[in-house]
Every structure is written in C-alpha cells, then in structure tokens.
C-alpha cells in the first residue's frame, strides 16, 4: 500500500502591521564582542609585525654598514 500524500493547501495569506517590520539590526553581546576582537588581534599583529620588519631592516644596516677606515699606521723614522 503506497502512503497517501495530504492535500496541499493554498497558502494563507497574513497581513503585517508596521509593529511587525522591523529594518534595524540586532547584534547580540557575543557576535559584538567576537567581532571586536577579531579586530583588536588583526591590529596587534600589524604592529607585531610592522615593528619586527622594522628592526630586522635596522640590524642588517648595521651589519652592511662600513666600518671606518683604520688610520694608516705611521712608519717610524729614524731619528738621528
């Protein structure tokens, strides 16, 4: 025996009210907050980052740096 299917209904029709459209957004306390620490975490590691690329770049200058010549040696002479 095949399983009857019920009848499918028309739709019913349902008027709003203005009461019933809402347009603004809610944000609940912990997408808020989730968010904001995405945030925070993503600005830090700009910093963290900004700040090591900064000093690698100052550490390989001083190493490539020349270092002043050294003052020839004066030869001694003979004094007589």
Do not use: H, Q, Y
Not at 27 to 54: C, H, K, P, Q
């Amino acid at each position: 025996m095949a399983r009857k299917r019920p009848a499918v209904s028309a739709p019913e029709t349902v008027t709003l009210s203005d009461a019933d459209i809402v347009s603004e957004r809610r944000v609940t306390r912990r997408s808020l907050l989730g968010a904001l620490g995405l945030g925070a975490g993503a600005a830090a590691t700009v910093i963290f980052a900004a700040e090591r690329a900064s000093a690698a770049d100052a550490s390989s200058k001083k190493k490539n740096a020349k270092k002043p010549a050294k003052k020839p040696k004066e030869e001694e002479t003979d004094k007589d």
